[in-house]
């Protein structure tokens, strides 16, 4: 019987010009899943697992793991000094997990003048069809799209996508923010040229720069879903 | 039974009381049944516009606190049979008034009369909230002025959380030499910020000064132009379509929207 459980083949590894991939069955026990894994390790493979430091994908398939779970494999393969988990890689997640992503990657339509003393908030991307009043405040996880005066505060990013923007058909904000950067309004608008614009962070200047909308698809690609 | 409208600003001194008196006037002048109720507890005034002050007895806080009943405390105007003033107390302060407690005398007044013209304090706090308890419609008054525009601007916010109908905006004090000049807003500019609908254009007139000294509402006297604002508005509110004429403003706001859609 043991001959014979040793000889499933539950736990795969293979070695990649990364590192190491652990391909962990999403069929078998979870206890027969953690027997051969140490088994697997502790078997001596050379150089393999015990020269310098591998980095490691771990693979659960269609396998739910709970985190306790997650922290038994961690423990094991963490047995093996110079073997360092990168990350789980998973077909499955939870139903409240399922909606968080897909909060955060819908965008909020809303249809209304932000005026001043409220806030709107909300998580993902916003599409206001109204404008932002002066006092008035907008704030997204992701990206701003304003259609309409942006006159009040901005915040898109704001649990912290650096790389979320912000435009509008009017750019007269008081303060912009994205993520942790706030960049004020300056003090007197020009007359003209603050239209269709979008905001973004720049790496190089480490601040908020505003232009043209129509250049946002060279700075920001991922904004496409095409 | 009637309507009630709540006539507010958020900034002091814009003009809601003088609008109070005089689009109460103006109904009353039509032949509507009309109940003036000034809110501003500690610091009323309506009263002294329509020249009643000498005549009050009880006020809006005697009825809430069952010291009189509420015909009691109205006061029948000098000039008008159908047009009564409930005053506000002089010497307590807006927390002796609950929302609650508005809302009922409100509800009362709506039953005799057409129309129950609510005056409301300055600010955002509990006097704001008593004016607006009972109230089923909403006046706003702006200056031409950023500071008068932005406060506007947060009680239209505010206003949107109660139970009431969208608001309406008057622009008063307009001076348009000034306007024209660029030193002052313009109506359109106000509009298109405020995004809700104008029920009327005031110009800055003296006569209104002169007329409040009087206790005589600018609006008994036909010949001065904010006389006809008032008038105008109230006529709006009785539901006539009455065109924003020039001199209230000159090419308003919506007929822009209209150019822009090449229609006439
Ligand atoms: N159209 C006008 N032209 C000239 N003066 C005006 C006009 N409207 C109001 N005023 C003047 O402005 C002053 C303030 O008006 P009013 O008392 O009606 O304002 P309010 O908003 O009720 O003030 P508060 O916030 O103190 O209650 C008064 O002296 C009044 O006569
Ligand atoms: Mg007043």
């Keep these: 019987m043991a001959m014979a459980q040793k000889l499933q083949h539950n736990v795969t590894i293979k070695g990649t010009k990364d590192g190491l991939v652990l391909l962990l069955d999403d069929l078998c026990s979870f206890e027969h899943l953690l027997e051969e894994l140490n088994d697997k390790l502790s078997d001596d493979h050379g150089q393999l697992l015990n020269g310098p430091l591998i980095s490691v994908i771990v693979k659960t398939g269609n396998r739910y793991l709970t985190d306790q779970q997650s922290g038994l494999i961690r423990e094991i393969i963490g047995q093996k000094k110079n073997l360092e988990i990168k990350r789980f890689e998973t077909n499955v997640i939870t139903v409240a997990e399922a909606e968080e992503m897909k909060k955060e990657a819908q965008i909020m339509r809303v249809s209304k003048v932000v005026r001043s003393g409220q806030v709107l908030s909300v998580q993902g991307d916003l599409l206001l069809i109204g404008d932002v009043n002066p006092g008035g405040t907008i704030v997204a996880t992701g990206n701003i799209f304003v259609l309409g005066s942006l006159k009040g505060i901005a915040h898109s990013g704001s649990s912290g996508n650096r790389e979320a923007v912000i435009a509008a058909s009017v750019m007269k904000p008081t303060q912009l923010r994205i993520a942790d950067m706030i960049n004020r309004a300056p003090d007197h608008y020009p007359e003209h040229g603050h239209e269709m614009e979008c905001a973004f962070i720049s790496d190089e200047e480490g601040q908020i720069l505003i232009d043209r909308i129509s250049i946002v698809h060279k700075i920001r690609p991922e904004l496409n879903r095409l | ?264």
């Design chain 2, 1 to 264: 039974m009637g309507e009630a409208i709540v006539i507010t600003s958020g900034k002091g001194g814009v003009g809601k009381t003088t609008t109070s008196a005089n689009i109460g006037t103006s109904l009353a002048l039509s032949g509507k049944k009309v109940c003036l109720v000034d809110t501003d507890i500690g610091l009323r005034n309506l009263d002294v516009l329509m020249g009643l002050e000498n005549r009050i007895i009880y006020d809006l806080v005697d009825v809430v606190e069952e010291r009189c009943k509420l015909h009691q405390a109205l006061i029948k105007d000098k000039r008008f049979e159908c047009l009564f003033l409930l005053p506000a107390a002089q010497t307590k302060d807006k927390s002796s008034v609950q929302p609650e407690q508005m809302k009922k005398i409100i509800s009362e007044l709506k039953q005799d009369y057409d129309y129950v013209i609510i005056d409301c304090p300055a600010g955002i706090e509990q006097g704001f909230k008593n004016a607006v308890a009972g109230a089923d419609k909403s006046i706003v008054v702006t200056n031409p002025e950023i500071s008068s525009v932005r406060d506007a601007d947060r009680i239209i916010g505010l206003l949107e959380q109660e139970d009431v109908e969208a608001p309406k905006l008057i622009v008063n004090r307009v001076r348009n030499h000034l306007a024209k000049s660029g030193d002052m807003l313009d109506v359109d500019e106000i509009v298109s910020i405020l995004a809700i609908e104008l029920i009327g254009v005031v110009v800055d007139d003296e006569n209104v000064i002169k007329a409040a000294n009087k206790g005589e509402p600018i609006a008994m006297s036909p010949s001065s132009k904010a006389s006809i604002a008032y008038r105008n508005i109230a006529r709006r509110i009785l539901g006539e379509s009455v065109p924003l004429s020039t001199i209230e403003e000159e090419k308003g706001f919506f007929s822009k929207i209209k150019t822009l859609l090449g229609m006439r």
